[in-house]
């Protein structure tokens, strides 16, 4: 099993920057993929970014291209969410999400989510 656990976010003013930490912990060698998603009060959750463990492939959701900025560190097993230019509509809980090589197109894990608030 993977364990993965958020920090960082706080409250920011709106074209602020603000970033967030995720800590892998466990079978680390099994992951395939980490990401962030966030979710919005009333709203589903939805992708932010992902990054592939291995080759450091990285994808985008729309609303944040140009503006957010995922990372890794392999050897923290840690992966990171550098939030620039925010806009109030980013406020949401971000959660940080693993995927297994086992199971490539499935989240295996996910954390308990830190708030990020941009006030306008």
């Known amino acids: 099993q993977v364990q993965v656990v958020e920090s960082g976010g706080g409250l920011v003013q709106a074209g602020g920057s603000m970033g967030l930490s995720c800590a892998a912990s466990?079978?680390?060698?099994?992951?395939?993929?980490m990401a962030w998603f966030r979710q919005a009060p009333g709203k589903q959750r939805e992708f932010v970014a992902g990054?592939?463990?291995?080759?450091?492939?990285?994808n985008y959701a729309d609303s944040v291209n140009d503006r957010f900025t995922i990372s890794r560190d392999k050897a923290k097993n840690t992966v990171y969410l550098q939030m620039n230019s925010l806009k109030p509509e980013d406020t949401a809980a971000y959660f940080c999400?693993?995927?297994?090589?086992?199971?490539?197109?499935?989240?295996?894990?996910w954390g308990q989510g830190t708030q990020v608030t941009v006030s306008s």
């Open positions: 999400a693993a995927a297994l090589l086992s199971s490539p197109t499935q989240i295996n894990s």
């Open positions: 466990g079978r680390t060698w099994t992951i395939y993929s």
């Open positions: 990054i592939i463990w291995s080759g450091g492939t990285t």
